[in-house]
């Protein structure tokens, strides 16, 4: 059993993240020796998921170099955080693939890094059964403090849109 994390006991740790809109960086530190790591992958998740594969490759042979390159030449996954720039410069952050609380937020965190007004299109998380009022209703005072103009869409509208009063 490997661990890959922020803890400096793990096998492989990182820290000295850095978020911005055109993706992150971050260091990883094996028995003393650190790779800088960027890619133009966004999220706060992104540091913690690549040090895990980091790791992954380092036990299966793979060299330093090699990923650090696979690292800077990520592309985006389908909707997931995927950063598109329209003709007259509007910046496009598509998470729209998967809603839940913790990807929702953190989607939110990362809109957060880019200057301008910010508009949301949400339909809120729509799988949590009995919790889903009082989750979409968090997840509207989260969205609160992170956007200015947000249209909402679906079965939890109202549930959001509570939770943007609220805050």
Known sequence: VLFAGKDKKCDLFYGNEQFCKEGCSFDVE???????LKTKLLGTHTCSNLCLCAL??????LKWQNISSAVNNLDFSPH???LSVSK???????????????????ALDTLSLFDGKKFVVMAGVVDCGRFADEINVD?????AT???????????S????QGLLQK
């Open 56 to 61: 992954a490759g380092l036990n299966l042979g």
């Open 158 to 161: 109202n549930s959001i849109k």
């Open 88 to 106: 007259n410069g509007v910046y496009i952050l598509d998470d729209s693939y998967n809603a839940n609380p913790d990807g929702v937020k953190n």
């Open 80 to 82: 997931r955080l995927q």
């Open 30 to 36: 094996k028995q003393g020796e650190i790779l800088p």
């Open 146 to 156: 992170r956007c200015d103009f947000a249209l909402l869409v679906g079965i939890n």
């Open 139 to 143: 997840i509207g005072e989260y969205m």
